[in-house]
């Protein structure tokens, strides 16, 4: 499905979050706290436009994804680029300063043994950021939100996607996603310590940040 996407997945994006995808990138790199010299992972990285944002800090970053094709359409990047799946990671123990991941953790078979195995391969005191579509926080807010994702993002994504069917597996992939104390206690389950989250965009989108401290 991500390999049928793949050709226009970046501009999709940028359509149907009206752009908010840039500003959410940024606060990701802000929540990492990237530092020159440190090594990240960027899982189910797709073209590396995220892994590209994450650079900007001087750290040494590396692109994984599951999708060859995702990983094909962004080679113009000139980021490191690793084909893996995110549960059975190709990296040694203690290998990353950080690990991220940006609405990806939501498609994976088992979400909460890919939260242990990023554990893994993080450092001992290193940390973990997940951006992902969450559960809007105003209730009007949240159904007008629920109301578009299920009806006005698949007409949106006929326009632009190179892939539109696999817009409504997005839709209904968002929807059916635990909500912010929810996956809070899931990373908690995984083995990440002080976790906490940040709401963007009304609780479209939330950062939640955890650390490997053993």
């Known amino acids: 499905m991500f390999d049928g996407v793949a050709k226009r997945y970046d501009l ?28 990240v992972l960027d899982l189910a990285a797709g073209t590396g ?15 994984a994804d599951f999708s060859r094709g995702m990983l094909d359409a962004g080679r113009f990047r000139k980021v490191p680029m690793v084909a893996a799946d995110g549960t059975q990671l190709p990296f040694a123990d203690d290998s990353f300063d950080a690990v991220t ?19 893994r391969v ?3 005191g290193g940390r973990l950021v997940i951006a992902e579509f969450s559960t809007p926080v105003f209730g009007p807010f949240r159904t007008i939100y629920m109301e578009y994702l ?10 632009v996607s190179s892939n539109p069917d696999a817009y409504v597996y997005l839709a209904e992939s968002i929807r059916a996603w635990p909500n912010q104390r929810q996956l809070a206690l899931r990373m908690t389950d995984a083995g990440w310590s002080s ?19 053993g």
């Open 150 to 159: 299920m009806r006005a993002l698949p007409q949106v994504a006929r326009a």
């Open 195 to 213: 976790v906490k989250w940040r709401n963007l965009t009304g609780g479209i989108v939330a950062l939640h940040r955890g650390y490997n401290l």
């Open 12 to 39: 999709t994006n940028t359509v149907i979050s009206a752009g908010q995808d840039r500003y959410w990138r940024w606060a990701t790199r802000q929540a990492l706290a990237l530092r020159p010299g440190e090594r």
């Open 101 to 119: 991941i940006s609405y990806g953790l939501r498609n994976f078979s088992d979400p909460d043994g890919a939260m242990r195995e990023m554990l």
């Open 49 to 63: 436009v995220s892994t590209l944002e994450f650079a900007k800090s001087g750290a040494w970053c590396v692109a």
């Open 122 to 124: 993080t450092k001992p």
